[in-house]
């Protein structure tokens, strides 16, 4: 129906910076709100970030100031730019998407990516 593909993890040390992209594609009418996750281990998946459709985004504590959730809406596609990385912020992260189904009768279902790691080191 739906697929989300994340891209652009990967390994920096402290006080660097990552993009995380995360496209969605197939029977899609309309995406509502955007979200990133993450899930470091041991840990409970949190959120991280969130966009609407009109743009407003909402931001954890632990990443005000740092990370900035964006949305291209003819690509459905949201990026996370994280910068000034910690290594507490070393985990999976995860994109999801609340979408309305493109089907005789649309409806509204969500869809998650399959992460990608994130690793900083001190």
């Known amino acids: 129906q739906v697929q989300l593909e994340e891209s652009g993890g990967g390994s920096v040390q402290a006080g660097g910076s990552l993009r995380l992209s995360c496209a969605a594609s197939?029977?899609?009418?309309?995406?509502?709100?955007m979200d990133w996750y993450r899930q470091a281990p041991g840990k409970q998946r949190e959120l991280v970030a969130t966009?609407?459709?009109?743009?407003?985004?909402n931001y954890a504590d632990s990443v005000k100031g740092r990370f900035t959730i964006s949305r291209d809406n003819a690509k459905n596609t949201v990026y996370l730019q994280m910068n000034s990385l910690k290594p507490e912020d070393t985990a999976v992260y995860f994109c999801?998407?609340?979408?309305?189904?493109?089907?005789?009768?649309?409806?509204?279902?969500?869809?998650w990516g399959q992460g990608t790691q994130v690793t900083v080191s001190s």
């Open positions: 966009i609407t459709s009109g743009g407003n985004t």
């Open positions: 197939g029977r899609i009418r309309s995406i509502d709100a």
């Open positions: 999801a998407a609340h979408v309305v189904v493109l089907a005789l009768i649309p409806y509204k279902a969500d869809f």
